[in-house]
């Protein structure tokens, strides 16, 4: 039996439709998607088929429908028709938190987080030095609860409750964390944080007899300045070669990956980005400065994009030696698109090369000494003493370098 559909709902179904061609055209490269869909046929049947689906719910559809979260996932659904694994959509909370971090700081409460199967929020890593940090949150933390209030019922849905993980500096949060201990144990923290601007530490160092171990966790903002910094520290306390560790290192953005490797290359086209929008590549150059002494890289299966060019560049400019396991191979990078209500899309825009390295995407680079760990070693999780006898990797890089 056929159903009139009202004004109102068909004011609505324009409005959907409006609003999903303003994110595609306004805020996505129009040229991109006229190369995706190709005929003006194509796009009236994109739209049609989705004030279709729109239709047919809203006429026959037993519960209410959330329109925030319906807006959402339409867009997370376009996102994911893209096929690219590196593809995501941000609500306007997710991307402050992601645009805070790039410029070096965390704006919240000291960690970032993932949805967990069961609908709460898994921790996926802890900022150093923030509240989360001092109250002793760990990676694997499971987030039941926020304000004394249980996630899945918590007025607003999910995407309220964890917006006030990126709360305005000073705002006091409650959360409700559920631990699994190592013996399997259950255990159930209360915990009250508050909300602060915390500068990310980058880049640490020490010494080791007389090189440089420096671990570079992420590219940011201000992981050139720190890097500097840990230099010039350790050559002051007699370090003759350098350690350059990027192990479990994802990335971060080129920008920052090129301000770094101003610290250690001298003048020069360094990364290539090759953007399907434009005839001639984007080059990341250097400056004079240069740091002339032995080096090794250390990498693993975790090292990604940024920090595997890092690897690259230093293998290709300062004849670095790679140590470790085969890095993971993501070749490209993304760029993210900010919607008018505060909203993002993320997508990859570019490959990534460097002058030796052709397209390493899906294939990594494969290090010069090849060296495993037993499964039972994790080496952040030592203390530098431990890592200086369990991380074979390491062990094998300080040989590498007294080598050179």
Same mark, same amino acid.
């Given at each position: 039996?056929?159903?009139?559909?009202?004004?109102?709902?068909?004011?609505?179904?324009?409005?959907?439709?409006?609003?999903?061609?303003?994110?595609?055209?306004?805020?996505?490269?129009?040229?991109?998607?006229?190369?995706?869909?190709?005929?003006?046929?194509?796009?009236?049947?994109?739209? =049609?088929?989705?004030?279709?689906?729109?239709?047919?719910?809203?006429?026959?559809?037993?519960?209410?429908?959330?329109?925030?979260?319906?807006?959402?996932?339409?867009?997370?659904?376009?996102?994911?028709?893209?096929?690219?694994?590196?593809?995501?959509?941000? *609500?306007?909370?997710?991307?402050?938190?992601? *645009?805070?971090?790039?410029?070096?700081?965390?704006?919240?409460?000291?960690?970032?987080?993932?949805?967990?199967?069961?609908?709460?929020?898994?921790?996926?890593?802890?900022?150093?030095?923030?509240?989360?940090?001092?109250?002793?949150?760990?990676?694997?933390?499971?987030?039941?609860?926020?304000?004394?209030?249980?996630?899945?019922?918590?007025?607003?849905?999910?995407?309220?409750?964890?917006?006030?993980?990126?709360?305005?500096?000073?705002?006091?949060?409650?959360?409700?964390?559920?631990?699994?201990?190592?013996?399997?144990?259950?255990?159930?923290?209360?915990?009250?944080?508050?909300?602060?601007?915390?500068?990310?530490?980058?880049?640490?160092?020490?010494?080791?007899?007389?090189?440089?171990?420096?671990?570079?966790?992420?590219?940011?903002?201000?992981?050139?300045?720190?890097?500097?910094?840990?230099?010039?520290?350790?050559?002051?306390?007699?370090?003759?070669?350098?350690?350059?560790?990027?192990?479990?290192?994802?990335?971060?953005?080129?920008?920052?990956?090129?301000?770094?490797?101003?610290?250690?290359?001298?003048?020069?086209?360094?990364?290539?980005?090759?953007?399907?929008?434009?005839?001639?590549?984007?080059?990341?150059?250097?400056?004079?400065? =240069?740091?002339?002494?032995?080096?090794?890289?250390?990498?693993?299966?975790?090292?990604?994009?940024?920090?595997?060019?890092?690897?690259?560049?230093?293998?290709?400019?300062?004849?670095?030696? *790679?140590?470790?396991?085969?890095?993971?191979?993501?070749?490209?990078?993304?760029? *993210?698109?900010?919607?008018?209500?505060?909203?993002?899309?993320?997508? =990859?825009?570019?490959?990534?090369?460097?002058?030796?390295?052709?397209?390493?995407?899906?294939?990594?680079?494969?290090?010069?000494?090849?060296?495993?760990?037993?499964?039972?070693?994790?080496?952040?999780?030592?203390?530098?003493?431990?890592?200086?006898?369990?991380?074979?990797?390491?062990?094998?890089?300080?040989?590498?370098?007294?080598?050179?």
């Amino acid at each position: 039996m056929s159903k009139k559909i009202s004004v109102g709902v068909t004011i609505g179904l324009m409005a959907i439709t409006a609003a999903v061609t303003f994110v595609i055209t306004g805020n996505v490269s129009l040229e991109l998607f006229n190369k995706k869909v190709r005929s003006v046929g194509e796009k009236q049947e994109f739209y =049609s088929k989705l004030s279709e689906a729109d239709s047919f719910a809203r006429a026959n559809y037993i519960n209410p429908i959330d329109e925030a979260a319906l807006m959402d996932d339409i867009v997370t659904g376009y996102i994911n028709g893209l096929n690219d694994p590196y593809a995501a959509y941000y *609500t306007a909370e997710q991307y402050a938190s992601l *645009t805070d971090r790039s410029t070096g700081y965390n704006l919240g409460l000291g960690f970032t987080w993932e949805k967990d199967p069961g609908g709460y929020v898994k921790i996926n890593s802890i900022v150093a030095n923030s509240s989360a940090d001092e109250y002793g949150l760990a990676a694997g933390d499971i987030i039941m609860a926020v304000n004394n209030t249980n996630i899945i019922a918590y007025p607003g849905g999910y995407s309220a409750a964890v917006k006030l993980f990126s709360a305005p500096e000073g705002t006091k949060v409650k959360l409700h964390v559920k631990r699994i201990n190592e013996d399997g144990g259950t255990e159930f923290l209360n915990v009250d944080l508050i909300s602060a601007r915390t500068e990310i530490i980058s880049v640490t160092g020490r010494i080791i007899d007389n090189v440089g171990y420096i671990r570079i966790s992420e590219f940011n903002a201000l992981t050139a300045s720190q890097l500097e910094s840990v230099i010039g520290s350790l050559t002051e306390s007699g370090a003759a070669g350098f350690i350059f560790d990027v192990r479990d290192n994802e990335g971060g953005t080129v920008e920052a990956l090129g301000q770094t490797l101003d610290v250690i290359i001298p003048a020069g086209e360094i990364v290539r980005a090759y953007y399907p929008v434009y005839d001639e590549p984007i080059v990341v150059t250097t400056d004079e400065k =240069s740091l002339d002494a032995p080096m090794t890289v250390l990498i693993n299966n975790r090292t990604k994009g940024e920090a595997e060019l890092f690897a690259y560049a230093l293998k290709d400019e300062k004849n670095a030696v *790679t140590v470790g396991k085969n890095t993971f191979g993501k070749g490209v990078i993304q760029d *993210t698109f900010k919607c008018s209500d505060g909203s993002a899309i993320r997508f =990859s825009v570019a490959s990534l090369r460097t002058k030796n390295s052709g397209d390493f995407t899906g294939k990594g680079l494969k290090p010069d000494h090849d060296v495993s760990l037993a499964a039972e070693v994790e080496p952040f999780k030592l203390s530098p003493s431990e890592q200086d006898i369990y991380d074979e990797q390491l062990i094998k890089a300080l040989e590498t370098v007294s080598a050179g």
